[in-house]
């Protein structure tokens, strides 16, 4: 019996094999060409679409061929999402955050919100709430011929280099900083000049004195583009970004002339990217914070008194962009109830992380 059941397990997956070979076959092979955003050196950030390059093409055994370009060799980085659109490449790499021109202010809670979600609440919101919806609904509205897919998500970053301690709100006016998202709109509350530099240009800024302050990402990446050699003084926690998720965006035309299996290897092969973000994001910093530590920086944690600060100014903008664009409040009130809920769960469930402050209402 044992020996007849073997044989019958062999059968059905020699079975199994020749039906994929037929169907990869008969299916039209895709090449997706894929212009980045972020160079694919920087570990856990723009080393992503490799993982998922390299994960796709294994899994489609020839039905989908991925071919990642860095940053501009193919198209400019800002219009990664009009290129893809017309279809003059046929897929991309971003977060909606670098796109709130086109979409408006409501594309950057896809990507972090201040105080918001961490990676795994992110997630559950994205999957198992309305998120996806929303996400995919932000495109339509604008008019993109997009099919947006959440492709990877990385761990908290840290919430400012600076070139002397922050002691109160008085330190920040004045100042002039790189800052993404909405974590921005906080800063120029308090008197903070922003622009948004990409990771090339945020060192020479630097240099020259054209920015006193950046964020940018987690220590590893942080430690790769070089502030520990100009700012000495480096702020946790990432109040702005407790996590940050990326798209995975291909032409809606290309994507509804994959069959089924196709389609389902290109989620798959995002949700796969997604876990690698997470756990090589957490399984890192470590490390890096200690090699800054030993080139002179000071790691800060914010003081209570400042993270209160940061997240009534953070309650003032909510306010402010929920009364101007009713988009942009469909999609937060359906995140703050899905927290709402969350929450009970969060409450119970977890032990507190030793030796930090969480800030929850």
């Known amino acids: 019996m044992k020996n007849k059941s073997l044989v019958s397990i062999g059968v059905a997956a020699a079975l199994a094999m020749s039906v994929a070979s037929t169907s990869a ?5 895709v090449k997706l060409k894929l212009p980045v955003w972020f160079g694919t050196h920087l570990t856990g950030l723009g080393s992503s679409p490799l993982y998922f390059r390299d994960t796709l093409n294994s899994i489609s055994r020839g039905l989908i061929n991925v071919k990642v370009y860095e940053p501009g060799k193919l198209v400019p980085n800002k219009e990664i999402l009009e290129s893809v659109s017309k279809g003059q490449v046929n897929a991309g790499w ?20 201040p105080f918001g979600p961490d990676a795994p609440e992110f997630m559950a919101w994205v999957y198992y709430g309305n998120g996806r919806t929303l996400w995919q609904k932000l ?4 008019g993109y011929n997009v099919h947006a897919i959440p492709c990877s998500i990385i761990a908290p970053e840290t ?27 906080v800063m120029e509350k308090l008197g903070v000049s922003t622009s948004l530099l990409s990771a090339k240009e945020i060192f020479p800024a630097l240099e020259k004195g054209a920015i006193d302050a950046t964020e940018f990402s987690m220590p590893a990446i942080d430690k790769l583009l070089g502030f520990y050699k100009i700012l000495k003084h480096n702020y ?32 798959i092969s995002c949700r796969a990217t997604m876990l690698d973000g997470m756990a090589l994001g957490e399984a890192i910093q470590s490390q890096y914070m200690k090699i800054n530590e030993e080139k002179g920086v000071t790691n800060h944690y914010w003081s209570q008194e400042m993270l209160d600060l940061f997240k009534a100014k953070w309650t003032e903008i909510v306010a402010e962009e929920t009364a101007k664009d009713a988009g ?11 927290r709402a809920d969350y929450a009970i769960w969060n409450k119970w469930a977890f032990m507190p992380r030793p030796g930090t402050v969480r800030v929850y209402e």
């Open 139 to 142: 495109y339509d509205d604008a």
């Open 328 to 338: 942009f409040a469909t999609i937060y009130d359906d995140l703050t109830a899905f």
């Open 94 to 113: 971003s977060t909606p955050g670098y796109n709130t021109g086109v979409l408006g202010t409501k594309a950057a809670i896809f990507s972090a919100v």
């Open 159 to 185: 919430s400012g280099w600076f070139s002397n301690p922050i002691n109160g709100p008085e330190d920040l006016n004045g100042l002039r900083m790189r800052f993404f998202g909405l974590g921005a709109l």
């Open 25 to 29: 076959t008969a299916a039209s092979s």
């Open 236 to 267: 946790y926690p990432g109040w702005h970004q407790p996590s940050t998720m990326f798209d995975l965006l291909i032409n809606k035309d290309v994507w509804n002339g994959m069959d089924a299996q196709q389609q389902a290897q290109v989620e």
